[in-house]
């Protein structure tokens, strides 16, 4: 009966258990599953962890230029992984990693005495698995909680990393999970990942990192912010030590290896922090992310879920025509040529203010407003304006709906002080009509009399800052490009305004690939790129005027033209004149002697040019011209007037056309006729090596080829003087506008085209003599000297040997003017040559 007893009560004791165990069973399952939506990744999130990655921009030889990141991380694979890296990161965090699940089992004994202690630095005893775990969700913070709490806060966290690091060994493979956490930990200073930590710590690629340098890295996986290289190098040398012990320990290295690595010093002399706007070509770089912004908003290269591409977070790699050592030639020769123009500029204006020299009434106006623009722009402005308009500015748009900016608010100033400004702006189509009722509204509003209060308490109190002396760093020419200074902020708009310019650009004519871009001076001071800003082109239009002629008429270059004053007027031709034209040579004499054509563009005489246009006829088969040479004539001005003037001053350069425009058309000479449209990306791949974009040679012929070569020879004997000491071939020509604003030179050899422009950001920052401020001297010594550098590069493609095309059969025209003039004796109607008829219809087709 006893024995009956208790084996029932056995029985009673074994059921429940057996419940209990269920029973923790499902309340473990269920406390997963519940914990399962709390914020875990899940498996999308997982397939496809959320790494920011760095754009690559590569050069032509698959050299990096630089990147575009939010984060700076650029993904390693583990084969690619330096192994010093993975013995050590295996060996100090987790040397059982290779062998467990993600969840080492011997280590929870460590997280359980730091819940029971509530000491949470006993929690590192997590397996590589579980901390990229951490990282794939938000840590709580524990500052603050109460003992209880933090026990389980920091229970739930472990948890959540064991349910996900056991999720990450079922989806990845365990070198995948070592090298996506060396890829997406965050070293600090803008270092994330193992490859860009590499890179700002030490100044190399990762997988050439020795013993120690791996082993100060993967110390600071522990704590970033303790173990700081740059703050606190003793114990980052005590923590790489014990990464170098474990090592020992685990046999990856010897003791006598130990002992010898351990006492060296840290080394961190390379350190630098990166940016995307530093390192070579940033004006390119500038630029070139603006054209990708672009490009991926058409459909056609977005990703496959039509969303855009997104060029600071989706490792995309840009391949790009620019050559690396090119470009390093033509900013160090840019730097050195512009010092100079400087040094020349500050001489000659020392004693004058170009903001009021030599200015009348109407021009001192206009620089007075330019630089209460510029102050505008500026933070301090922007900064002062928020706190002290932007509350009424709100309330009177939603009372008027007119938002009103600085320069309305001054219309309505001066309306309410004299009455017909309005009406001004209205009938010269400056404001609409309907906005100039707004303002009469605004005006005659309750609101207006505390805006006119608080806008000139404003102005008052933001001029005296602008006049107040701080300390500032400013640009300079020396090796740091920049310099300590105590200046006004006004005085410091003005004195990076003095700053002469440039523009420059390098093509390949035979492909279009553009090799060099230097948009500025120094991209951290002056961001606006003068390779795509529209300048008066000068005396460099004239070639296109003189090969319009050649091509048409078939006029030798050796054909005299005398030096003297020629009117355009009302009649003449197609130009359709109002009044009579007669342009002066620009130093306003006329010799009266007989100039060829070879000549005039030599010396760039007025007269010639004008005489040529005058002989064409029309000033639309010049624009044709120049549109088959990828210049738009069509593009019209802000006023409406196209770009490129229906008028016969255009042979005088009175266009405004871009560095990029010129050079692409210059192109064309050093290609045999035909233009090849200049372009600066090859292709783009997505993170995973798809290529999503490929660029496709577009060209077509614009002049026939002896004509072509022709022009050849006249750029050739234009640039004879300054390059006959050089191996290449050289053509050019240079251009000088009005008052010596601009400055240009366009160099042209069998390979490369080299288009310079420079000048001030504003016309008054200029020089005040032709000797001073021509294109031969502001503009063609760069060329010089980039030229030079690139005949004694062993680095570059560049050919010194290379020659201009000649045209199969020889040429119809006559560039022998010994041979000219004694067939020109003997008849006289030799002047003209078989001119090409075809292309003039096609010039004013394509005009």
């Known amino acids: 009966m006893n024995m009956d007893k208790s084996i029932s009560t056995y029985s009673q004791y074994s059921k429940k258990l057996w419940y209990a ?14 914990l399962s939506f709390q914020g875990l990744p899940d498996f999308k999130q997982l397939e496809n962890p959320d ?15 630089g990147r575009y990141y939010t984060q700076n991380r650029l993904p390693v694979t583990y084969d690619e992984l330096n192994p010093f890296l993975i013995d050590a990161l295996v060996s100090t965090e987790d040397v059982r990693y290779f062998s ?16 029971i202690t509530f000491n949470t630095s ?11 775990a951490k990282l794939l969700f938000d840590r709580p913070d524990f500052e603050g909680m109460g003992k209880l709490k933090k026990v389980w806060t920091l229970a739930i966290t472990k948890f959540k990393e064991w349910i996900t690091a056991v999720k990450l060994e079922k989806q990845y493979t365990k070198q995948e999970i070592l090298a996506m956490y060396l890829n997406k930990f965050n070293f600090i200073y803008g270092a994330y990942g193992i490859s860009a930590a590499s890179e700002i710590y030490f100044g190399k690629n990762q997988k050439d990192l020795n013993i120690e340098e791996a082993a100060t ?18 114990t980052v040398i005590n923590r790489r030590m014990i990464v170098l012990n474990q090592m020992r320990k685990e046999d990856y290295i010897t003791r006598h290896q130990y002992d010898s690595l351990k006492t060296l010093p840290l080394d961190i002399s390379h350190f630098s922090k990166q940016s995307h706007v530093t390192g070579p070509a940033p004006y390119f770089r500038a630029e070139l992310a603006i054209w990708l912004k672009e490009l991926f908003e058409k459909e056609e290269y977005r990703k496959p879920n039509g969303e855009k591409y997104n060029i600071y977070e989706d490792g995309l790699k840009v391949y790009t025509t620019i050559d690396l050592d090119m470009q390093e030639m033509a900013e160090e020769e840019m730097w050195k040529h512009m010092a100079t123009v400087q040094d020349k500029y500050n001489r000659v204006w020392a004693k004058k203010d170009p903001w009021t020299f030599n200015a009348d009434e109407i021009q001192k106006k206009i620089r007075k407003e330019s630089l209460t623009h510029l102050i505008r722009l500026g933070g301090r402005y922007v900064a002062l304006r928020e706190v002290r308009l932007t509350e009424l500015l709100d309330q009177i748009e939603k009372a008027h709906g007119i938002q009103l900016t600085d320069w309305d608010i001054e219309n309505i100033l001066q309306e309410k002080a004299k009455a017909g400004r309005i009406a001004r702006l209205v009938s010269g189509k400056t404001i609409t009509p309907d906005r100039g009722k707004k303002y009469k509204e605004v005006m005659n509003g309750e609101l207006w009399p505390g805006l006119v209060s608080v806008w000139k308490k404003f102005q008052t109190d933001i001029m005296k800052e602008m006049n107040t002396p701080v300390d500032m760093m400013v640009f300079d020419y020396n090796p740091a490009g920049e310099k300590k200074a105590n200046m006004t902020p006004l ?3 003005k004195y990076h305004r003095r700053f002469m310019q440039t523009g420059i650009l390098a093509i390949d004519p035979k492909t279009g690939e553009v090799k060099t871009w230097v948009g500025g001076i120094n991209n951290k001071y002056f961001q606006y790129d003068h390779t795509g800003g529209s300048r008066q082109v000068g005396s460099t239009f004239k070639p296109f005027v003189y090969a319009t002629a050649i091509t048409l008429q078939g006029i030798s270059p050796c054909f005299p033209v005398v030096d003297q004053p020629y009117t355009i007027g009302p009649g003449d031709g197609n130009f359709g004149m109002i009044s009579s034209w007669t342009p002066s040579n620009a130093d306003g004499k006329f010799t009266a002697r007989s100039y060829t054509l070879f000549e005039g563009l030599r010396d760039s005489r ?16 010049v624009r044709g011209l120049v549109n088959n040479m990828g210049i738009d004539s069509s593009v019209r001005r802000s006023d409406g007037e196209y770009r490129v003037p229906n008028q016969p001053s255009i042979c005088l350069g009175s266009a405004d056309l871009s560095v990029m425009e010129m050079t692409g058309a210059y192109c064309t000479f050093a290609n045999n006729g035909v233009f090849v449209k200049p372009y600066f990306v090859s292709s783009i791949e997505d993170a995973n090596g798809k290529v999503i974009y490929r660029a496709v040679k577009e060209e077509q012929v614009a002049l026939p080829p002896k004509a072509n070569a022709v022009m050849v020879d006249m750029l050739k004997f234009a640039a004879d003087y300054a390059f006959r000491d050089f191996k290449s071939e050289v053509g050019g020509k240079t251009g000088t506008t009005n008052d010596y604003v601009d400055g240009w030179f366009m160099g042209v050899t069998p390979s490369l085209v080299v288009g310079t422009w420079v000048g001030g950001e504003d016309p008054w920052i200029r020089f005040n003599s032709l000797a001073d401020g021509q294109g031969a001297v502001m503009a063609r010594p760069f060329f010089k000297a980039f030229l030079q550098r690139l005949e004694n590069s062993t680095t570059t493609d560049y050919d010194p040997n290379a020659k201009f095309e000649k045209p199969v059969g020889g040429l119809d025209i006559e560039t022998d003017c010994n041979k000219y003039n004694a067939l020109r004796n003997q008849n006289s109607a030799i002047d003209h040559f078989n001119p090409d008829k075809n292309f003039e219809e096609e010039f004013i087709e394509n005009e």
């Open 21 to 34: 165990a269920f029973g923790l069973a499902g309340i473990s399952i269920l406390f997963f599953v519940i």
């Open 51 to 65: 790494f920011d990655l760095a754009s690559q921009v590569i050069d032509i030889k698959s050299r990096e230029i």
């Open 100 to 115: 467990h699940s993600g969840v080492d089992i011997k280590a929870l004994s460590r997280v359980v005495m730091g819940v």
């Open 122 to 132: 006993k929690g590192r005893g997590s397996t590589i698995t579980q901390q990229l």
């Open 217 to 234: 890295l993967v110390g600071m996986l522990k704590n970033p912010a303790l173990f700081n290289p740059v703050r606190r190098p003793d």
């Open 491 to 493: 005085d410091s708009i």
């Open 606 to 621: 007025n007269s010639i040019s004008v005489f040529l246009m005058q002989q064409l006829g029309n000033a639309n088969v």
